[in-house]
């Protein structure tokens, strides 16, 4: 029998035991974003450490940030041959509203074939599919075809401040030949993709404050400026009614698409009434002279992630409130730099916000756009990889979301990503009744094995 028969064989005989293992680390509620759950965020990193010693990785080990911690594990045995640098995160997003679930998010369900759990799609059921994949390798034949590290770390849902310095400090630790990642939707179901560009970030809170007090409105109003009113008002200058953002400076070193990429996007299978349809929405919205996938993956953002101020409780209350804050964000694109958009954004919103309010702005997360050459080997040996897991040829996608680190293994490792997911548009990731259908993760484990023997042909 072909040495791959084996491998595909060993992973279809334990399909139903990796769902069980999966749902032990599914129950696990590694919140990064909250301190309660610290231990937890800790036991998941330790439940992974054990999952990839027991696969067969070597060195195994819990690395210290001044945050959470990196599991780290090796299999360096195949001289000459490539190394991969295998990246994921074991953090999950916080659940709420948690009653909105349809079975609690820590104790995975399976339903009509998928299975229901924070973290299914992103990203424990992801990392836990390359897991299997080298078990099925080290059990079957006993090494693998490459070499292998593998990098997990604990803080991607709160924007890896720490990972950046940990990459640039443990250069040797990491030095590879292409990073691998599972970590985003394919592009339909039935359409499996290679993604290769993600947005950016800048995330900031913007709190103003009135008075040092709510104060009687019949009393005061008149008197004072209404903080939430101000905070709206402030808000609606950040962008026109044809979506373009009104920050000076914004667009300056915004990379425009070229024609030959929106006119491949224009062949991607993509119908935007059952888009729009499955989104619920009535009407879709976004920066005019664009599609809605340009608008997605290759136009930049702001948006209001949050909003609060004044009484919001049942019944009416006659109040001016004190303060009022918001949570806001832009998504970024080649080459926009975060740290130039942050003072843009901090300018501007000082200059639109009228002398009535005391404004206080808290720069959050952020990281760079990233973007691949997307016709290098190490691409095409995983198009080869994820044809013979599903079935299909993928096809080519960029994804508005982010993943802060890609960037930094381009710029400080000088090593190129491979992104390779098989969560859905419809995972409901950051969203209650998260999902993973299970075809996904087993053709995935397939596809993954099928990745290291492709790259392992590859010189
Ligand atoms: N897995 C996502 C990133 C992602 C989402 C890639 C959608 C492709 C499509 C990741 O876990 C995530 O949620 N990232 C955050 C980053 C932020 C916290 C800095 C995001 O995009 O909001
Ligand atoms: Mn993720
Ligand atoms: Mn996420």
Redesign the pocket.
Known sequence: MMAMDQIVDYINLHRDRYVEELKQYLSIPSISALPQHADDVRRAAEWTATAITEAGLENVRLLETPGNPVVYGEWLHAPGKPTILYYG?YDV?PVDPVNLWTSPPFEPTVRDGEIFARGAA??KGQVFMHIKAVEAFMKQQGRLPVNIKFFIEGE?????MNLDAFVRSHQELLASDVVVIS???MFDRGVPSI?YG?RG?A?FQIDLRGTKSDLHSGSFGGAVANPAFVLANVLAAMKDRSGRIKIPGFYDDVRELTEEERAEWRKLPFNETRYRKELGAPKLFGESGYTTLERVWGRPTFEVNGLLSGFTGEGAKTVIPAVAMAKVSMRLVPAQDPDKIAAQFEAYLKKVCPKTVEVKVTRM???KAWMAEFDNKFVRAAGRAIEKGFGKTPVFNR??????VVSTFQEALGVPSVLF?VGLPDEN??APDEKLDLGNFHNGIIASAYLYDEIAGLT
């Open positions: 995160h997003q992103d990203d991607e849902e709160v924007g890896s970590d985003s939707p993604c993600l970030l995330y997360q952020g990281g994804e508005g979301g982010s993943i802060p997911g990731a950051h």
